[in-house]
């Protein structure tokens, strides 16, 4: 069996997953939300061995590097990611409700992956620039960080959807006001760490490659506005004691400039991150 096989089932899986979470929430059934959990946690095993697969691959192709190169390697690992990260926080937090939006936007991620016909699937030998063990620093990073927006972009939307209820008015299967508020914030907090060593281990790696720490590429730029969004968030909250809608709407605007980030340059503005697409 290939990993390129075990990925696209993978794809599949993420969609149960979500599909159950979703059942889990509508119905309030239970089953349906142990369903989704487990069913994530399988995927992500599933998708972990896929990718050490993928590895192995490429050094019996006689290529050997880490499949973190292109842009559909970058999309298996941003959604394995996602998966894993919100595996760790429903262990923690205990709420499957906040397992919907995860699973979802990790599900388009690998379907957008699999079924793009100008996707680079096929294990590639790697362009000069991106022979460096930076790059695996850097691209684990900012995928965890993504991550980390990302199911903060879908516990804002929870939280705005709640807004205007009481704490005291969660049903025991979608948290109260108080504690989205606070996974929007921790998450948000999370992704911006991660996001803030990407950019440095990247700022190391472009210098060994093109000779400059900081070229205002548009990747590198739209980068920098991304992390200027989240630390405004983070400012307002921790500074001026921001609460409630404000950071959620902030925490969604963050996700759609992390969303141009990585898709919009890629296909509508030429630079140094071109080869990505």
């Known amino acids: 069996m290939t990993s390129s096989l075990i990925l696209s089932v993978v794809t599949f899986l ?3 997953a979500a599909l159950a979470y979703l059942i889990h929430v509508i119905f309030r059934w239970e089953l349906a939300g142990k369903a989704g959990f487990f069913g994530l946690v399988l995927t992500v095993a599933a998708q972990t061995g896929a990718i050490i697969l993928r590895w192995v691959e490429s050094y019996r192709l006689g290529i050997g590097h880490a499949p973190l190169s292109n842009l559909y390697e970058s999309l298996v690992f941003g959604s394995w990611a996602i998966g894993a990260i919100y595996i760790w926080v429903e262990m923690k937090y205990r709420h499957r409700a906040l397992g919907v939006f995860p699973a979802f936007c990790a599900f388009l991620a690998m379907a957008y992956a699999s079924f793009d016909k100008d996707m680079l699937r096929h ?11 930076w790059l695996i620093a850097h691209v684990i990073a900012c995928f965890l960080g993504y991550a980390g927006f990302t199911i903060s972009c879908g516990i804002a939307i929870l939280y705005l959807l709640r807004a205007g209820k009481k704490e005291s008015s969660s049903s025991g299967i979608i948290p109260g006001n108080l504690v989205l ?11 911006h760490l ?5 950019i440095v281990t990247g700022s190391i790696w ?7 720490y900081w070229s205002w590429d548009p990747k590198e730029t739209w980068s920098l506005i991304t992390w200027l969004i989240y630390l405004a968030l983070l400012h307002a909250r921790i500074v001026r004691g921001w609460r ?9 605007l963050g996700f759609a400039s992390m969303l141009f980030t990585f898709f919009g340059v890629n296909f509508l503005l030429s630079g140094l991150h071109s080869y990505a697409s």
Request: net charge neutral; no cysteine; hydrophobic share 50%.
């Open 14 to 16: 993420y969609l149960g």
């Open 123 to 133: 294990i590639q030998p790697l362009v000069p620039a991106l022979k460096s063990n």
């Open 181 to 191: 508020e606070e996974l929007v914030y921790q998450t948000v907090l999370f992704g």
């Open 194 to 198: 991660l996001l803030t060593v990407g």
């Open 206 to 212: 472009a210098n060994s490659a093109w000779g400059t």
């Open 244 to 252: 409630g809608s404000k950071i959620a709407v902030i925490s969604i």
